[in-house]
């Protein structure tokens, strides 16, 4: 069975500090992981994903995430934290022994102080 | 034009009735999904339906079905609402067997009083 832990339920930085969200990925066969971000009262939005072509990952608004297969992690960094920032990260997994369907780490709230 | 639509935005409704939530996607994916979240954010599969399966989490009561007009809609009824129904409940949709991400749609907001 394929699933993801996320260490750290609420992480708080600085602005202007690094952000590092941490995704731990349990797989018998190389997986698809992907990282999302959910703002307040929204849905679900794609930050960037990793399908077993390059193993470190650029995304959206400065994100990026590095596979790690002797680790089996995913985690995601960003160099600067902004206040926009603030959200609810989910690191997922997908894959065929998912039966194609995506498994969700339990989500890490981000806090930026100002 | 907007990928994925849920509506009702926002359910309220009491305890013992049945409720719908539509679903659509104009992505021409060919897997859809039903996730719910609860106060806690935490995100469950509840179902994965594409035109050949349809894969239910074993823990998902039968007072949920899902309902597939066609490959673009997929409807969650929900028959005798209980207060622990409350939660977020998000529809999903992707390509089955390619390595891309699901989208999601904005959500449904249900509330049982």
């Known amino acids: 069975a394929q699933s993801v832990t996320q260490l750290g339920s609420h992480v708080s930085v600085s602005e202007g500090a690094l952000v590092l969200l941490r995704c731990n990925y349990s797989s018998s066969v190389p997986p698809y992981l992907f990282w999302y971000v959910q703002y307040p009262n929204q849905g679900l939005q794609l930050l960037l994903k990793?399908?077993?072509?390059?193993?470190l990952v650029k995304g959206i608004n400065g994100f990026e995430a590095e596979f790690k297969k002797s680790e089996t992690s995913f985690h995601l960094t960003k160099p600067s934290a902004h206040m926009r920032d603030a959200a609810e990260y989910f690191c997922a997994v997908s894959g065929l022994n998912t039966g194609n369907q995506f498994y969700f780490g339990t989500g890490t709230s981000l806090t930026v102080i100002p | 034009d907007t990928a994925v639509s849920q509506t009702p935005k926002y359910l309220v409704t009491q305890m013992g009735n049945d409720k719908s939530i539509k679903c659509e996607q104009n992505?021409?994916?060919?897997?859809m999904y039903w996730y719910k979240q609860d106060s806690k954010k935490f995100l469950k599969i509840m179902f994965s339906?594409?035109?050949?399966?349809?894969?239910i989490n074993e823990t998902v009561p039968n007072r949920f079905s899902p309902k597939s007009p066609d490959k673009a809609h997929l409807n969650l009824h929900i028959n005798s609402l209980e207060l622990g129904d409350s939660a977020v409940y998000f529809c999903?949709?992707?390509?089955?067997?390619?390595?891309?991400?699901?989208?999601f749609g904005q959500g449904t907001r249900l509330t049982v009083v």
């Open positions: 999903a949709s992707s390509e089955t067997g390619r390595r891309t991400e699901a989208f």
């Open positions: 992505l021409g994916h060919d897997t």
């Open positions: 990793y399908t077993s072509a390059a193993t």
């Open positions: 339906y594409n035109n050949k399966e349809l894969i």
